[in-house]
T-cell receptor, first 109, second 116 residues
Framework: QKEVEQDPGPLSVPEGAIVSLNCTYSNSAFQYFMWYRQYSRKGPELLMYTYSSGNKEDGRFTAQVDKSSKYISLFIRDSQPSDSATYLCAMSPDSKLTFGKGITLSVRP | GAVVSQHPSRVICKSGTSVKIECRSLDFQATTMFWYRQFPKQSLMLMATSNEGSKATYEQGVEKDKFLINHASLTLSTLTVTSAHPEDSSFYIC????????????FGSGTQLSVL
């Protein structure tokens, strides 16, 4: 079993939809959880960072962590075509990140 | 956020040649930089951790003699792919950390290496 599992998609939604992206993990030592957005052939940029169970909201983005289930989610409200990108979850016990494979999201106008 | 500059963005080379990729932190000092490799539709895989003034720490399965890392200053780390072969073709990305904390990790724009 891989340490981090992420549905590879791709995912296509209409503009305005609520998007739910998920990752599961197996390493109980993970305590830092991140979501990155990556445009084609570019480096990832940090969207959300959490280190505890619960929800964290930033504008249209909400990150959710459930440590008991080893499950994290990223919700995007009122999705826009500019949200079209690859989204990667990442997590770590300390400073070394383990990434999911990423899911490519396409928001149709 | 902080800016990490990576150069070149794309390189095509012949098999057997060596390629150097530079990673610079433009507006901060980075004591630690990380090098990743990403194959199409795959996750970023950490290759090595580069510490200023000391030897890099390589992940299991990464050949340190093939992927030479030098972190000679607080703003520059280089990755040299020696005697490149077609199987080394990949997207290489560096990142640098501002102080401690994973939220302060910033990525370069990546280098697409194609070995013919």
């Amino acid at each position: 079993q891989k340490e981090v599992e992420q549905d590879p998609g791709p995912l296509s939604v209409p503009e305005g939809a609520i998007v739910s992206l998920n990752c599961t993990y197996s390493n109980s030592a993970f305590q830092y959880f991140m979501w990155y957005r990556q445009y084609s052939r570019k480096g990832p940029e940090l969207l959300m960072y959490t280190y505890s169970s619960g929800n964290k909201e930033d504008g249209r983005f909400t990150a959710q962590v459930d440590k008991s289930s080893k499950y994290i989610s990223l919700f995007i409200r009122d999705s826009q075509p500019s949200d079209s990108a690859t989204y990667l979850c990442a997590m770590s016990p300390d400073s070394k990140l383990t990434f999911g494979k990423g899911i490519t999201l396409s928001v149709r106008p | 956020g902080a800016v990490v500059s990576q150069h070149p963005s794309r390189v095509i080379c012949k098999s057997g040649t060596s390629v150097k990729i530079e990673c610079r932190s433009l507006d901060f000092q980075a004591t630690t930089m990380f090098w990743y490799r990403q194959f199409p539709k795959q996750s970023l895989m950490l290759m090595a951790t580069s510490n200023e003034g000391s030897k890099a720490t390589y992940e299991q399965g990464v050949e340190k003699d093939k992927f030479l890392i030098n972190h000679a200053s607080l703003t520059l780390s280089t990755l040299t792919v020696t005697s490149a072969h077609p199987e080394d073709s990949s997207f290489y990305i560096c990142s640098a950390r501002v102080g401690g904390g994973n939220e302060k990790l910033f990525f370069g724009s990546g280098t697409q290496l194609s070995v013919l």
